[in-house]
């Protein structure tokens, strides 16, 4: 505080300053502020003058004051008032000076305000009273007063303050002591204080909660008493820092529970022994049981999973999101020797290692795994490169995720699936392949069927080149390899098998396996170091392949350019690809026999005449033949082969049989396979013609009908030759018929002819006769003459009539009357017949050994007679006739010979002289009918032979008579 300046003309004042010893509270000074009062202790000339001075001088700072600062006098008036009284009462200080201040009082509390200044007025000093004034306004005003009497001025002393701020301010307080409290005894923290002897003398009523223990179970004990033996002396030594250190975080150590149970407790130290309040050390503490088991078993986890990491069949990550950082366990350095880097650098790695056909994929479908809620798991599966080659790998992770749903770490586990995948690669391929083998596309021959296949198994076993030998009589051809060089398979091709011959021929020859790791030093391959050389064979495994009877058939070869020993997993491989092999080049010589057959067929379709078809019952599907369309006229673009247009075709009057009986035959139980119709098919042209159906149903085993193979020829020419021969005999029958009874009317009328001929005849030769011998006399030789003309005439036309007679019986000789006839007892009945003609003529006549044949004596007779009489007839004039009998046999039959030296007859005439009546000389020169060689003729076709000649003019004649064999004869041949 300033001196106060001196007035101009005044002397120097002696002021006395004092501190007041209420402190007051003031919100802009802070709670420690004191009101200073000033004495004047100067005898001042002016002494009013200094009075006013020092009144104003207090006024002013009164009036400074946001309290209201006042004397109140023994009657309860107001004496002065600092100005705060308008911010507080709404009052100036004149409005109050001279007023009672009971009267602002609010009624409520005059009574107790009365009071408590009775008791200031009796020297008690009060601090924070607190009652209600009216204000200005007409409002309550609460006012928190501070008094003091001064029994030497005699007045009350007085500050008053607006209430609301303090209530507010006191508010705060007790809510803070509240939240303080309730902190103490019910938050989580055990709260104590000890001693500097380490006695209880606070404790938290939270340690009944946790611990089980009221208050006055520890206060005042020993805090060792409750720690576990074990604990005692690491928690005194931490302790112990305490004097030079003011904080402590101690190692959670074991605390008995009131029930006996120990219990996990950490806790905080504060040296607070230097604040009076306290004078010791306060302690927080928390049970941490569950935390401390939790973390044991966490260990215990985390045990499990870095064994697991180092030791287990899988390669284990874990991948902090939050702090980018991935560990790689064990697994991958033993399973793709990837040896980690640091957690930072890890996942650069990994990625370098990823496929990268798959990286992005991989990337894409982990990052969406991360970000959909929900998701805890995320597979994929792709190749991660193991430092020779790739690997196929399945990854199974677990997203962990925080309360808000967000991924923070995930763990996963990569298999390595390579000879899953690749078996199951190699079974789709044979799948494939055997689809392309049975022809499912379209036929394939089988050296492309095994291409395919071979190619397959070089893409899944990269370094890998595959062959297939045909072993054929001995020898090596190649039938697929398709990655050898071309000229190595013609340097090898027609190879002899034997025991050194490379892999394939030692395979081929010993029926075994032969694996060939180094192809340079094995003696199998001795011979043929120069091809492994040039080619880069470092390594051939060969398989003989084997077809069902167990012949070596083929032999199935790995090649590599290494030498190299086969794994487990190849030998596997191998094995089974060799075996397939068999399969399908046994399987195809099965089917190329079939492709053959139906190359058969569709060749035999071509040439064929017949339409062929086959009907497929099972399935009722129709196949035409190309002859279909060249017997039909179709055109083969016209219509798809359909059964229901071959019904349709078939002609409506045959339809119904047809198919009933096509019905019939595929039902049948009685297994009828062959089936054969004739009808009528409709052409393209619209015309119709004669068909035959000639069907075969095949069936399986059980009897049932699978397919109907038939072919349908077109009959119309055959048919029609048929009906015209139909006809033909027709008429023929007829004309045979006619002729028939033309021959008949002709033999009756021969036969009638000669016998009643007979009778004029031998009336007119009669009555001739009786002329001449009754008339001798009367005629004169010319009478006589002509008489005997007329005698001749009808001599002759009686031998006329008997030939007649005789050749009109030669037809009728019956087949029933045949007999077997000895020709040799024939000739002598002739000899003696013309006994007297032969002497006569000096004939000679010579005769074989002939036969014995089937017919009648008297046929013979009469054909030997006619023949051998017409020798001696037409002899030469000169020459005595020689007549040779003898019979030769031919296959056919015999031939009867009849050769003499007569007058012979020009070839022209031949057939001329086996005609009736035909003569080839006048009846002066040769006598005759011209009727005999025509009923010879006859006799002998009635034998079912044959009558020729052989003859020229001059040089003889020879008939011969052919003849049936005997054997041929014992059954009569119907006419
Ligand atoms: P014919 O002897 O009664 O005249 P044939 O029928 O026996 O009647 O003979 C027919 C004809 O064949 C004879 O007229 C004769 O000219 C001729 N002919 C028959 N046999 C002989 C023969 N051995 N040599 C020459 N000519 C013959």
């Not at 040439?607 to 039909?632: H, K, P, S």
Request: aromatic content about 10%; proline content about 2%.
């Amino acid at each position: 505080m300033n001196n106060t300046e001196p007035d101009n003309n005044t002397e120097k004042l002696i002021l006395k300053i004092a501190k007041s010893k209420i402190p007051f509270f003031d919100s802009n000074l802070g709670d420690s502020s004191h009101i200073l009062s000033v004495k004047d202790v100067t005898d001042s000339y002016n002494k009013q003058q200094i009075i006013e001075r020092n009144r104003r001088e207090i006024q002013r700072i009164l009036d400074s004051s946001l309290d209201v600062i006042c004397t109140i006098d023994a009657d309860g008036v107001f004496d002065r008032v600092s100005n705060a009284s308008v911010d507080v009462f709404g009052y100036p200080p004149d409005e109050l000076s001279g007023r009672k201040f009971l009267e602002l009082v609010y009624e409520d509390d005059r009574e107790k305000t009365e009071g408590i200044a009775k008791l200031i007025r009796e020297g008690l000093v009060v601090k924070n009273f607190e009652n209600r004034y009216v204000h200005r306004k007409g409002h309550l005003v609460s006012v928190i007063w501070s008094a003091q009497w001064d029994n030497e001025e005699q007045r009350m002393y007085c500050v008053a303050r607006d209430g609301k701020e303090l209530k507010e301010t006191q508010e705060k307080i007790r809510e803070s002591e509240k939240r303080f409290k309730s902190m103490v005894q019910e938050g989580s923290d055990m709260i104590a204080i000890l001693d500097l002897s380490g006695v209880y003398t606070y404790v938290s009523p939270n340690f009944k909660t946790f611990l089980g223990y009221r208050e006055d179970e520890l206060l005042g004990k020993k805090v060792k008493e409750f720690i576990h033996p074990r604990d005692q002396e690491v928690l005194s030594a931490e302790f112990a820092k305490l004097e030079t250190s003011r904080r402590l975080n101690a190692t959670p150590y074991r605390f008995r529970r009131k029930d006996g149970t120990w219990c996990w407790v950490q806790s905080v130290g504060t040296n607070l022994s230097e604040d009076n309040a306290i004078q010791g050390v306060v302690v927080n503490s928390v049970e941490i049981t569950d935390l401390i088991e939790t973390q044991r078993a966490l260990n215990k986890s985390n045990e499990r999973f870095s064994m697991l990491m180092r030791a287990g069949s899988e390669s284990i990550w874990d991948y902090d999101l939050i702090k980018e950082e991935l560990f790689l366990g064990d697994g991958f350095i033993r399973f793709f020797n990837i040896e980690p880097l640091d957690l930072r650098n890890n996942n650069d790695l990994i990625n370098s290692k990823i496929h990268p056909e798959d990286l992005d994929e991989i990337l894409d479908s982990f990052r969406s795994a991360i970000r959909e809620e929900g998701k805890r798991e995320w597979t994929a599966e792709y190749r991660i490169f193991n430092g020779q080659g790739y690997s196929y790998v399945k990854d199974k992770a677990i997203i962990l995720r925080n309360e808000q749903d967000k991924a923070y770490r995930v763990i996963g586990a990569i298999k390595d699936v390579t000879s899953e995948r690749l078996i199951s690669e190699v079974e789709q391929l044979e799948k494939e392949v055997m689809e392309l083998g049975m022809g499912m596309a379209g036929y394939v021959p089988l050296d492309q069927v095994l291409h395919y296949y071979m190619s397959g198994l070089e893409r899944l076993f990269p370094g890998m080149k595959t062959s297939i030998l045909r072993v054929e009589s001995g020898h090596l051809y190649n039938l697929a390899s398709p990655s050898l060089d071309k000229e190595y398979l013609e340097k090898i091709h027609g190879l002899k098998i034997g025991p050194n011959v490379g892999s394939c021929g030692s395979a081929a020859y010993t029926r075994k396996r032969v694996i060939v790791s180094d192809v340079l030093a094995d003696e199998r391959w001795a011979n043929y170091l120069d091809l492994a050389t040039q080619f880069s064979i470092g390594a051939c495994w060969s398989q003989p392949v084997f077809d069902g009877e167990s012949n070596v058939i083929a032999t199935f070869a790995n090649y590599y350019e290494e030498p190299k020993h086969p794994t487990d997993e190849e030998t596997r491989i191998f094995e089974r690809s060799s075996r397939f092999s068999a399969l399908i080049i046994t399987r195809f010589q099965h089917i190329d026999s079939i492709q053959r057959s139906n190359d058969l067929y569709q060749s035999v379709n071509m040439v064929t005449n017949d339409a062929i078809y086959e009907w497929d019952v099972e399935r009722d599907v129709f196949y035409w033949g190309e002859g279909f369309y060249r017997i039909f006229g179709h055109e083969s673009s016209d219509q798809e082969p359909d059964i229901r247009l071959w019904i349709e075709n078939v002609h409506e009057d045959d339809r119904e049989r047809i198919l009933n009986d096509r019905k019939r035959i595929i039902e049948s139980a009685d297994e009828k396979n062959a089936w054969s119709h004739e009808y009528r098919f409709k052409k393209a042209d619209g015309t119709y013609v004669y068909v035959v159906d000639k069907g075969t149903v095949i069936r399986d085993e059980i009897g049932r009908p699978i397919r109907m193979i038939g072919a349908v020829s077109d009959i119309s020419y055959r048919k029609a030759t048929e009906i015209a021969l139909r006809h033909l005999n027709e008429e023929l029958g007829k004309k045979v018929r006619e002729l028939a009874s033309t021959n008949n009317e002709l033999e009756q009328f021969a036969f009638i002819a000669s016998h009643d001929l007979q009778e004029p005849l031998r009336m007119v030769t009669g009555f001739l006769q009786q002329i001449e011998k009754k008339y001798n006399d009367l005629l004169d030789d010319k009478g006589k003459m002509y008489i005997q003309y007329a005698v001749d005439g009808a001599e002759r036309m009686k031998t006329i009539i008997l030939d007649l007679l005789e050749f009109s019986r030669a037809g009728r000789i019956k087949k029933e009357d045949y007999e077997l006839i000895d020709l040799n007892a024939v000739i002598e009945d002739v000899k003696i017949l013309l006994k007297s003609s032969i002497e006569e003529n000096k004939v000679k006549l010579k005769v074989g050994e002939l036969p014995s044949l089937m017919g009648t004596s008297s046929a013979y007779r009469q054909v030997f007679q006619n023949i051998i009489s017409n020798s001696i007839k037409y002899r030469k004039k000169d020459e005595s006739p020689i007549i040779n009998i003898y019979a030769k046999e031919e296959e056919e039959g015999w031939v009867l010979y009849f050769e003499d030296n007569g007058i012979g007859i020009n070839p022209k005439y031949h057939d001329k002289i086996f005609e009736i009546f035909q003569r080839l000389h006048s009846r002066e020169s040769y006598s005759g009918t011209g009727i005999g060689l025509a009923i010879c003729k006859k006799i002998v076709e009635n034998l079912d032979g044959f009558l020729e000649i052989d003859s020229e003019e001059e040089r003889g004649s020879t008939f011969m008579m052919r003849l049936p064999k005997l054997k041929g004869q014992e059954v009569p041949v119907e006419n």
